[in-house]
């Protein structure tokens, strides 16, 4: 039985390749403000009521995570990953433990506010199967198909972060269901969703923006900046009168 303060194991894939971005190295090995993005990553975790990570990376590069992670801010355990996201979080899941609750993240959503990492931890706590983070779309929607585009009612959508938390057993369960099925998914809240769990939406973040192409470095770059100047592990104030004055 779980409840609303219980800590959690946060799962952090970080076993991609880091096609879009480029680079010598996969993204969650990129400094940033002086640390790799999954050191900035299991510390946000942390901050958030983790107490223990389990980062899933690939083999060849398992003496540099290893190397980026001495420092965190709580115990970390490297597993080596699979060809997809989905098969890199199977292979984590086996090192969880069998109850509990796990938060799965994205190393390459490093700046991901402890407010957030919270709120989905407690969601799970106070008794949800699935809890992730949302946020409305900003921009206009369109399909796109061959016979041309129509546009998409966003106030409909959601765009979806991590980290999604879950009860441990009931992830582990899903996903096995998921490879018996051969299911394709893009995270770990469809996995539990096409076994008939519901899905519990909590408010994410900007800041937990995902680095996927070189843009994004500028942004991260910036967050960094702040949080380095500040201490902190929230999110960053952006007054904009500040710079009209
Ligand atoms: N990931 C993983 N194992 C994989 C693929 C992805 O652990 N086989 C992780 C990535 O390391 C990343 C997260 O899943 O932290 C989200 O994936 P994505 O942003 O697509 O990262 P990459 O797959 O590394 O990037 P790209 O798709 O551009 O190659
Ligand atoms: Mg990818």
Do not use: Y
């Amino acid at each position: 039985m779980q409840n609303i303060d219980e800590p959690a194991v946060a799962l952090v894939v970080a076993a991609g390749s880091g096609t879009r971005l480029g680079g010598p190295v996969p993204k969650a090995l990129v400094e940033i403000g002086g640390r790799p993005l999954v050191r900035w990553s299991v510390d946000a975790l942390a901050a958030g009521g983790c107490d223990r990570a389990v980062v899933v990376v690939a083999a060849e590069l398992i003496d540099d995570f290893r190397v980026a992670l001495a420092e965190a801010s709580i115990p970390v355990e490297l597993v080596v990953g699979g060809s997809r996201r989905q098969d890199s979080v199977a292979h984590g899941l086996a090192a969880v433990g069998e109850q509990g609750i796990v938060l799965v993240h994205d190393a390459a959503r490093p700046f991901v506010p402890a407010q957030v990492v919270q709120a989905v931890r407690r969601a799970v706590g106070s008794g949800a199967v699935c809890a992730i983070p949302v946020l409305p779309v900003v921009d206009s929607i369109r399909r796109v198909g061959t016979e041309g585009s129509v546009v998409v009612d966003r106030s409909e959508l959601a765009a979806v972060q991590t980290p999604q938390g879950f009860d441990i057993a009931t992830l582990r369960s899903c996903h096995l269901r998921a490879a018996e099925l051969g299911l394709e998914v893009t995270d770990d809240a469809a996995v539990c969703e096409a076994a008939g769990h519901p899905v519990t939406l909590v408010p994410g973040a900007r800041e937990a923006m995902k680095v996927t192409e070189p843009f994004d470095i500028v942004v991260a770059t910036a967050i960094a900046a702040a949080r380095v100047a500040s201490g902190s592990e929230g999110p960053v104030a952006v007054d904009l009168n500040k710079e009209k004055q």
